[in-house]
T-cell receptor
Framework: DTAVSQTPKYLVTQMGNDKSIKCEQN?????MYWYKQDSKKFLKIMFS???????INETVPNRFSPKSPDKAHLNLHINSLELGDSAVYFC?????????????FGSGTQLSVL | DAKTTQPPSMDCAEGRAANLPCNHS???????VYWYRQIHSQGPQYIIH???NNETNEMASLIITEDRKSSTLILPHATLRDTAVYYC?????????????FGDGTTLTVKP
């Protein structure tokens, strides 16, 4: 079983559209994250949730809205997509037991905005 | 968080040890050193972490200098599947996990 799974793996869409990426983890972790990896390969955090509560909200346009229906799921909804949103988006999870950066990542969603 | 510096790329022969250095000269006392790797088109994978003692697990060994200003990740018998980008990150153990930015890293190429 995949520990952190995200769908879809590839997402190609037009500018101005709204899209969602889904993430689920079966590790029993309390904390989930969204990271963005740009074309220069920098992997930067966008959001983190702990037990459905928003913990980290980096400087991200408010077109990006995370939703956590329960602690095993963290979805990312993006409104009015722009060309600059093209990137690979990674979901991750970690146990909220003071284990710092031991993160478990999904396989990524490659978003291409045309 | 302390900044880390890694060489942009390294080569290693298959079957030989790969030694990946990381400089973190501004590390503070409560900060740990973490290593991750990212194989092409996959999400980063946790490898190992340590505070001041050397650590070993099934994937690798981590050697931290006595002054903690640098560390080395050792893959004892590199295989072609170890070709990846390796990231060294320094983080305080109990701060909000996940806030690090994974920087440039070292691209390790294992050659037959």
């Amino acid at each position: 079983d995949t520990a952190v799974s995200q769908t879809p793996k590839y997402l190609v869409t037009q500018m101005g559209n709204d899209k969602s990426i889904k993430c689920e983890q079966n590790l029993g972790h309390d904390t989930m994250y969204w990271y963005k990896q740009d074309s220069k390969k920098f992997l930067k955090i966008m959001f983190s949730y702990n037990n459905k509560e928003l913990i980290i909200n980096e400087t991200v346009p408010n077109r990006f809205s995370p939703k956590s229906p329960d602690k095993a799921h963290l979805n990312l909804h993006i409104n009015s997509l722009e060309l600059g949103d093209s990137a690979v988006y990674f979901c991750a999870s970690s146990p909220w037991t003071g284990q710092g950066e031991k993160l478990f990542f999904g396989s990524g969603t490659q978003l291409s905005v045309l | 968080d302390a900044k880390t510096t890694q060489p942009p790329s390294m080569d290693c022969a298959e079957g030989r040890a790969a030694n990946l250095p990381c400089n973190h000269s501004t590390i503070s006392g409560n900060e740990y050193v973490y290593w991750y790797r990212q194989i092409h088109s996959q999400g980063p994978q946790y490898i190992i972490h340590g505070l001041k003692n050397n650590e070993t697990n099934e994937m690798a060994s981590l050697i931290i200098t006595e002054d903690r200003k640098s560390s080395t990740l050792i893959l004892p018998h590199a295989t072609l599947r170890d070709t990846a980008v390796y990231y060294c990150i320094v983080r305080s153990y109990n701060t909000n996990a996940g806030k690090s930015t994974f920087g440039d890293g070292t691209t390790l190429t294992v050659k037959p």
